[in-house]
């Protein structure tokens, strides 16, 4: 059985050389070519029970697709995925597969997962790059009537495209000047291009999404204000957008940033082409940013290539417990981050101006399993180091976006501050309203989020059906 | 989000009236918008000085002083601006209690002003206290005069009304009469000057902050603040606070952070407009 697929390696990405793409936001990974494509897709089992299949959360047919694939029927392959999963090139180059689809492949057993990512990203960027899907035209309006999707992350993105498609008028409510939510303000160009969000959110307004964007609900409307505006039910998917802080002494001095203010005046604002875009960024020679999740390796690249000419982590857990992707710590690590682990930092010393200048922290050794399963870091007695810094990233997490859930009225909340849903129909406290994505389960993943949005628009589709 | 009027206060400080009727019919004293006037422009936080929920317009006053506000007060009758998102914050409280003083250095005038006129609706006394560079920079002299009881000028180089600090006048007032509450808006040495005032003598204050800001809605945490002890958010939590409690120090040395790179932008745009 392993004749096939075993015995030939799995394909590498190509990239960008480290020594080039330290100082550029090009994209790093550069998708694979035909030939690789049809090797790698030629190297799938087709696996009659594919455990791949259970790894992904919203259930592509994996092997049906790669077969689609290495029959040389892109155009029929990405089809198969879009049954699915309505952002192929986003997912194909954000998602953790190590840990979903790629981990579970019978081939990982003794050699080398397919590379279930790269080929869907070769479907996705080949449709756009052939323009498939321009195809799809604006549904017949208020057909069934209006649905309110609040927030236009994936999550949002998802839930309007599937309930466009079965036939609902949506309009998409986002509170920043552009859509996208993470995908716009959060994860770099480098790693997902601007233009490929703009293509996905182009393709919505082509369905008849229409988006409403400066809107704030919670404060410009109220989730009252859009059932009064005729919206029979509304999707909240308004994210974990609250940067946590270390709550350690100088950390407001100046150059010291959540990761959220980082990215979002690069990103979002484009700081990266000052004075040409006016919003500035100040970046200092010594970055250090404290995480080792995917923001925190998206800030400390991201601090490379604005030319930072040393960027460390700082981390107290070891590296088994980084919860970055792999790839994206490899592709770090190859642009020179250094990474500091079992460091945990005590607090940050400023000069007279205010800027942050030393970074004090704390060495750190593993001891017991805490409650998430790790093992929980433990101070080291006397074992105090500084590092001198100029700008200091704070990359430790979000928690729920606070003004839609102060400002409405009769929503549940669990104890994390996240709103509470029934977990079979996602909907709230509120009758008609439903929530997903990372405001219901916190900080997550694009897919789980999409995967969100797909069960609330098919319950919105149930719950409205059985209202008539 | 077009404006429908324009008028210049004093040099380089413009008033607009602009058509934004969702954010008018939710606007209270105390709230604030984002603007971005074009594409490459940056988020721009403005006070709401007014708003009239029929005709569904806000008035916005904006102080010509980095590349993007200067460009915005460039912007004619008729323009609209590309985005505008609010009201944002959180409104300021309003209450019956007495006499309230309101403080306002310069430019603090604007976002003062929605705060006096609720509070004399409330049945409040008010004794507006208003302070500017010379008497040409003080502006909405007559709105304040008709929300006001009372109203005292200063100004630092004497050109009208006391000669000095607006300090100097909250100090003769408090003297005077007895005082529930200070309410003061301004550059931030003015405000910290105006809190040591009021601990004086022992007057509860109010002030509004104008931290750097982004998102305004809480995401970015570019505009903490440090109030009694702990970080606050001015977008969402302020932007009004006990001004007793406020770390004005921090918030200085935190407001100057951006200065040298605005000075480049404004440099090359000036290079630009040379070039022209
Ligand atoms: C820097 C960074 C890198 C990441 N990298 C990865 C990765 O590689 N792979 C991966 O799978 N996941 C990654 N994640 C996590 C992933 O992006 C999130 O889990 C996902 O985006 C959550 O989607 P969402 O739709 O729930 O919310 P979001 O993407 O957060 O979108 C919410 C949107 O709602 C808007 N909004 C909020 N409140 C309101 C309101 N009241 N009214 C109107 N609009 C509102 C926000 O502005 C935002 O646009 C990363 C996250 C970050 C921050
Ligand atoms: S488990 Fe691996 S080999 Fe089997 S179908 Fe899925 S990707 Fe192909
Ligand atoms: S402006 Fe971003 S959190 Fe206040």
Redesign the pocket.
Known sequence: MQARGGGKMRQQMPKQDPEIRWRNFDEVALGFTVEQAQAEADRCLKCKKPMCVQGCPVEIEIPNFIALLAAGQPEAALAKIKEKNSLPAICGR???QENQCEKLCVLGKKGEPIAIGALERYCADWGRKEETEAKSTPQETAAKGKVAV???????LTAAADLSLMGYKVTL????HA?????????PEF?LPKAIVDYEVGNLVKMGVEIKKS????QTLTIDDLFSQDYQAVFI?????LPHFLGIPGENLNSVYS??EF?TRVNLMKAYLFPEYDTPIRIGKRVAVIGAG??AM?SARTALRLGAEKVIIVYRRSREEMPA?LE?IENAEEEGVVFHLLTNPLQLLGDESGNVKTMVCQQMSLGEPDASGRRRPVPILDSEVSFPVDTVVVAIG?GP?P??LKGTAGLNLNKWGYIEVDPETLMTSIPGVFA????VTG???????MGA?KKAARAIGNYLASKK | MEIIDKKELAPGIVQFLVDAPLIAKKAEPGHFIILRHKENGERIPLTIADFDREQGTITLVCQGIGKSTKEINQMKKGDAFLDLLGPLGTPYPINKLGTVICVAGGLGVAPLYPKAKALHQAGNRVLSLIGAQRKEMLIMTEEMAAVSDEVRYSTDDGSFGHHGFVTALLQQALSEEKVSEIVAVGPVPMMAATVKVAKEFNVPIVVSLNALMIDG?G?CGGCRVTVGGKTKFCCVDGPAFDGALVNFEELLLRQRYYHEQEKEACHRCRLEEAGK
């Open positions: 954000v998602c953790p609040v927030g236009s992350g994936p999550a949002g409510f986002e509170s920043l859509p996208g939510g993470v995908l716009r303000y959060g994860i790693r809107c704030l609900i919670g998917g308004t994210g974990a957008g990761a959220n990215l995917n923001v998206d992707r994206e979000q976006n003004i839609l997903g994505g990372d405001i900080a997550a993943t694009v897919i789980a989020a949005g | 809605t995401m």
